[in-house]
């Protein structure tokens, strides 16, 4: 081996981190920042506007929500699955069009009907209702399955969506207590869509539809939202600028 070759050889343990997580990290970020999120991260405090403008707004929160209670309701009376799908696609058609008429953001709103709408054709397709509930359990598992391997990997996705989000990059992985806590919280993450498999699964199995409805209710926003409110605080936490020293000053 040359002198040369004993120069450069250490050179890939030099080198920073790969450009795959930079890019899906700076990628998350921007994606948080577009969402409402982006309102929740600015904030010094978690004030009921930011919290609301993170989880959409009102009318957000109606769209999420409303197609989904739409449809538990008019099932739980009727038991017609047709008729239930179709008033829960209606739901989502009207808020699409109020947001095209009033020339808002319209992403969320029809991210939102091609999700029920592709839902209730497999439903009416396959003649099962339950069904309807394939794209939720196929997006909790593909959800918990990349944070999953993140975790394996050592490239957390809470960590990297934050470490963007406040400035860091990916510095966070160099520090133990930080990758750490990250792991964590990418953990409590990977929970939150287990615990929703772990629900949804066996009433699916069981051709529960109404408890599937009630379930995907119940497991959605309620779980979701507190567990964004408690990253917020440990992320703002983990990620707080060091305060200068008098010394320093």
């Not at 997580?21 to 309102?39: F, H, I, M, N, V």
């Not at 808002?104 to 709408?117: C, D, E, K, R, S």
């Not at 990059?169 to 990977?190: D, E, H, K, Y």
Request: hydrophobic share 55%.
């Amino acid at each position: 081996m040359t002198d040369n070759d004993q120069e450069s050889s250490p050179e890939p343990s030099r080198r920073g981190p790969s450009d795959v997580p930079t890019a899906l990290g700076e990628g998350l970020a921007a994606a948080a920042r577009k969402s409402g999120l982006g309102q929740l991260t600015d904030s010094d405090v978690p004030t009921g506007r930011a919290m609301l403008g993170a989880l959409g707004g009102v009318r957000g929160l109606a769209e999420t929500i409303l197609p989904g209670l739409v449809f538990l309701i008019i099932y739980t009376f009727t038991k017609n699955v047709p008729l239930s799908l179709g008033a829960s696609v209606a739901v989502a058609v009207v808020f699409t069009v109020i947001r095209l008429i009033g020339r808002t953001p319209v992403t969320q709103a029809i991210a939102g009907l091609l999700g029920v709408a592709a839902s209730a054709i497999l439903a009416l397709l396959t003649g099962r209702g339950e069904d309807n509930f394939i794209p939720g359990l196929l997006t909790n598992g593909a959800f918990g399955l990349a944070l999953l391997v993140s975790i394996l990997v050592g490239w957390p996705l809470i960590g990297l969506a934050a470490g963007f989000l406040m400035d860091v990059g990916v510095s966070w992985r160099a520090n133990r207590a930080q990758f750490r806590i990250m792991q964590l919280v990418t953990v409590v993450w990977l929970l939150m869509f287990a615990a929703r498999l772990a629900v949804e699964l066996p009433l699916y199995f069981a051709h529960n539809i109404e408890g599937l409805a009630i379930a995907k209710l119940l497991m959605g926003l309620p779980l979701y939202a507190p567990l964004l409110l408690v990253t917020w605080f440990v992320v703002r936490a983990v990620f707080a600028p060091t305060k200068p020293t008098r010394a320093e000053s």
